[in-house]
C-alpha cells in the first residue's frame, strides 16, 4: 500500500503535475518565477527583519527588537494618518460604488460606447490626475473661483475626490460587465414575471452582479489605502503632515531621515498585513461567486425608466470625468499674465503654445527616460509574463498554489518593497540610473499581465497544444513557435496595461532617483527622473508655472490617450474579469 | 509492435485498468467503448500526453512509459483537426520535419509526395479557416503520417463529418492503411464504424478492457451481455421463453430470426412497429407482456402493425449467457 502511494506521487509530481520527462517547462517559468520571489518575497521578510533595527546617520544598524512596534503609539502624526488611511480606503471606496453602480446601469441602457471617454480617467497618470484637480480647485486661479470659492487645497476631501475620480471607471467597467453577462434568460424570465424598470434592477440585476460590485469595492480599497500621487502633489500646496496616510507618511519617513529607516519598516510590515487582508479577501471574490440577497423592495416602480434618465446619469458622468481635463487644456493655452488674473479666464484671450515649447525645451530629458523605460519594461513583462502565464494555464504549472501567489501580487502594491529594495539597488551601485528603474519595474506589472496572460492561454485550445507536442516540439518549442504567434490579442491587452503602469509610476523613480538624464553622455544611462516626477516638481509652490504644469499634464496624456483608441474594443477584457 | 502493461490510471472515482494488450505491426485496430469507458484516456497513454499512475508502455521493447510525446515515434489526429491557424495546410504538414531539422528541399518533396495520397495537392496553401471539415482533416492526417510515425493515433476521426463523408472516409482510412503499412490504434464509440474497418476491435467498457478480437468475432462471438448488446442490434429474452431449462439469458441478432406460418415456431407474437429502412424493415414484435423483439423483415412478405406473427430462431445463433 505504501509503496503504491509512493509510486503515485512519485509519477505525479509533487508540485508541476505530469511526470512526463521534461524540463523545458523550467525556461517557461523559471525566468519569472526567480524575479517575483527575489523581487517580492525576499523585500517582505528583509523589509520585517529591518523592523527590529534603528539606523545611525552613518548606516550603521543597532538592534532594537520591538522598539519601533512601541513607539507607533507614541508617534504624534499617527493619529491623523490612521485617519486619512480610513477616509481614503473606506469613504473613498464607498462613494466610488455607489456612483457606480447607476453609470453602469445606464450604461448598458444606453450602449457602451461611452465607455470609451469614461475610461480615460484611468488612463492618464495619477500624477496628472492631481494636478489637473488641484488646478480646477484653486480658489483664485481655477474655475472653483465661480462656483465655491474654498481652500479645497488643504483638505483630505480633494484627495478623496481625486481618488474617486481616478478609480470610478475601473469600478463601473466591472460592473457593467458583470450586468453584461447576466444571461439573457434571466432577463426574460424576470419580464415574464412582471418585472421592468426600477424594480427589476433592484431584484434580479443588483444581487446577480453583487460579486462584481464587491470586486469593484475591494479594489478601490486597495487602491485607497496604498493612495500616493495625488497626496505627494498635494502636501506640496497644503503642507505637510495634513493629507498623508500611511502609505505618504512611510515615504516621507523613508525619504527624510535615514535614522527612521526601521520605523519605516515596521510601518511597512502594518502595511504588508493590511494588504494581504485585502488581497485575501479579493482572491475569495476572484475565486468565489457568492450572489448576496437583497431584500425585495416592494415600493420600487415596476417600469421602465425612461430614456431620458439614463442619459442625464451619462452626461454627469462625463462632465465629471472630462471638465478637469478640459480645464488643463484651457490653462495649458494661457499666456503667464492671463494665468494670473483673477477672475480667471473660461477662454483663454490670447491663446499661446509658449507652454508645450518650454516643457518640451526642461522636460525632453524626463520624456526620453520615460518612453525609453515604459517602453523596456513593457518589452521584458510581456516577455516574462507571456512565458509564466503559459506554463501556468496550458500546464498547471505550480498549481493553485502558484495562482494564488500571482493573484496576491496584483492585490499588493508595491511601496511595501520600497526599503529593501532601495539597498538592493544601492548594493548593485545603480542609485539614479535606468538599470534601477528596468529591474524594479516589472514587480508593478509582472503580476497583473501574468494574470491576463494566463487567462487568455486558458482558453487557448489544449488541442493544438497537443498536436504540436506530438509534432515533435517541447513545451518550450510549443510556447515559442505555435502559442506566441497565436497571442497578439491577450498581449495587447497586455502591453497596453504594462505600459500605462510605467509610465504613470511615481513612487520608484522619486524613491530610486534624484536627476534627470544625462543627455550628454547617453550611454552613461545616469539620471532617471521620470515625466511624472517632472510634473510633480513643476507643481510644487517654488516653480508655481501652472501654465507649465497644464502643459506637462497635457502631453502625459497624449501616450495613454492614444492606447485607449487603440484598444477601445477591449476595455471589458483589462478590467471586466 | 507497442504494449501496455499493469497500467492503472486513475482520475477521481474513475480508473482505467489494462492488465496486458500488445498492437502488432500494421493492424487497424479500433478502440470502441460507451462514453467514459476510458477509450480516450488509452489513447493519451499511448500518446504520452498522459502519464499512468502504474504499469509501462513498452515500444519495440524500449520501455517510453516517461517519454514526453515529442519524443515518442506516434502521430496524432484529433477530433477537431486541430490544425495550425497562423500557417498554411502546407506550412502545417511541413512542421513535424521543420522540427527534425529535415532540409528544406526534402520537405517540400514529402510533403507534396503526402498530399498526392491524401488528394489534397491543390489545397495546399488555403489556410485552415479556408478549407471545408473534410479537406481540414486530411491536412491533418498528412500532418500525422509525414514524419512516417511507428504508429498513427485517430481520436474520434469521424465524428465531425456529416452522415455521407463518413462512410466516404472510412473507407478511405482503410485503404490509406493497407498503402502506407503502418500501425493505426482509432478510437470511436460508433460500433458501426469499428465492424467496418478494424481488423481487430478492442472493446472497453467502464474502464476495462472486455474483448478484443476481430470484427466478426466480437459480432458473433461476444464474450458477455454488453458486448451483446453494444455492438449491433440484439435480442435479449429469458432462456424459458425458447424452451431452455435454465434461468439464464439468450441472445439472438434480428437477421437470425424468421417469420414462419409454418407449424415448426418457436415463438409467436403481434407486430408492434415497423421501421422501414429500405433495403429491409426492422419490425417490433411484442411476444409476452413485457417482452418485445426486434425482427429484420425482408420486403417479400407485407406486413401489418397488429398482426399476429409466427418466428423462428436460428437455434445455432442463439447465444446463451449465465444470469448475472
Known sequence: MFKQRFFCIRRQGFFWGKGIRDRSIYLLALPAIAYLVSFTIYPILSNAFLSFFTYTLRGDAIWVGFRNYAYLTEDPFIDRVIFNTLIYTVVAPMITVILAIPIAASLRRVGGVFLVPLSIASFIPATTAAIMWYLMLNPFLGISYYIYQYNWASSIYTVVIIEIWRSLPIAVLVIYSGLRSIPKHIEEAAYADGMVGVRKFLAVDLPLVSPQILTAFVLSMISGLFLFDPIYIGTSQAGPRVLDNLAFYVFENFYTDIRLRGYTATLIVIMTILSTALAAIYIRLVSSKTILRIPMVSFAPSREMPKAIHYVVILLALVFTLLPIAWLLIVSLKSPKELLTIPPTIIPNSPTLDNYHYVISTGLPYLVTSLGIASINTFITILLSSMLGFAMAAYRFGGNRLLIYVLYLTATPTLIYIVPLFAMIRFLNAINTWWALIITYPIMTVPITTWIMYNYYIKFPKSIDEAAQADGMNRFRVFIKIAFPLSRGGMGVAAVYSFLISWGALLFPLAFTYSPYDLSNPLSFSGAQTFSVYVANLMSPVTANYGAVAAAGVISMIPPIILLIFIRRDLEKIWGR | ?324
Open chain 2, 1 to 324: 509492435m507497442l504494449e501496455l502493461k499493469g497500467i492503472v490510471k486513475r482520475y477521481g472515482a474513475f480508473e482505467l485498468v489494462i492488465d496486458s494488450i500488445v498492437f502488432e505491426d500494421n493492424k487497424y485496430y479500433i478502440v470502441l467503448g460507451p462514453s467514459g469507458s476510458g477509450k480516450t484516456t488509452m489513447l493519451r497513454l499511448i500518446a504520452g500526453l498522459e502519464v499512468p499512475d502504474m504499469g509501462d508502455i513498452i515500444m519495440d521493447g524500449k520501455n517510453i512509459t516517461f517519454e514526453p510525446p515529442w519524443r515518442r515515434n506516434i502521430g496524432i489526429v484529433f477530433q477537431n483537426y486541430a490544425l495550425y491557424p497562423h500557417m498554411t495546410a502546407f506550412e502545417n504538414i511541413a512542421v513535424p520535419l521543420r522540427i527534425k531539422k529535415v532540409p528544406g528541399g526534402l520537405i517540400r518533396d514529402k510533403v507534396i509526395e503526402i498530399a498526392r495520397l491524401l488528394e489534397i495537392e491543390d489545397q495546399l496553401y488555403k489556410y485552415p479557416h479556408q478549407m471545408s471539415g473534410g479537406q481540414q482533416q486530411r491536412v491533418a492526417i498528412a500532418r500525422a503520417l509525414v514524419k512516417e510515425p511507428r504508429i498513427l493515433l485517430l481520436d474520434e476521426p469521424l465524428s465531425n463529418l456529416d452522415a455521407r463523408l463518413r462512410i466516404e472516409v472510412r473507407g478511405f482510412l482503410k485503404k490509406l492503411q493497407r498503402r502506407i503499412r503502418t500501425t493505426i490504434i482509432h478510437v470511436t464509440h460508433d460500433q458501426e464504424e469499428a465492424l467496418a474497418i478494424a481488423d481487430e476491435i478492442i472493446l472497453l467498457n467502464k474502464g476495462r478492457i472486455v474483448q478484443k478480437g476481430s470484427p466478426e468475432d466480437i459480432y458473433r462471438r461476444p464474450r458477455d451481455i454488453f458486448t451483446f448488446t453494444f455492438i449491433g442490434l440484439s435480442n435479449l429474452v429469458p432462456a424459458e421463453i425458447l424452451g431452455y431449462e435454465d434461468r439464464g439469458l439468450v441472445g439472438f441478432r434480428p437477421e437470425d430470426v424468421y417469420i414462419d406460418d409454418g407449424e415448426n415456431h418457436d415463438l409467436e407474437g403481434i407486430v408492434e412497429t415497423i421501421e422501414y429502412l429500405g433495403s429491409h424493415s426492422i419490425i417490433t414484435v411484442r411476444i409476452h407482456d413485457n417482452i418485445t423483439i426486434k425482427i429484420r423483415a425482408d420486403l417479400g412478405r407485407r406486413i401489418s402493425i397488429g398482426e399476429r406473427v409466427k418466428l423462428r430462431i436460428d437455434r445455432d445463433r442463439i447465444l446463451r449467457f449465465g444470469k448475472d
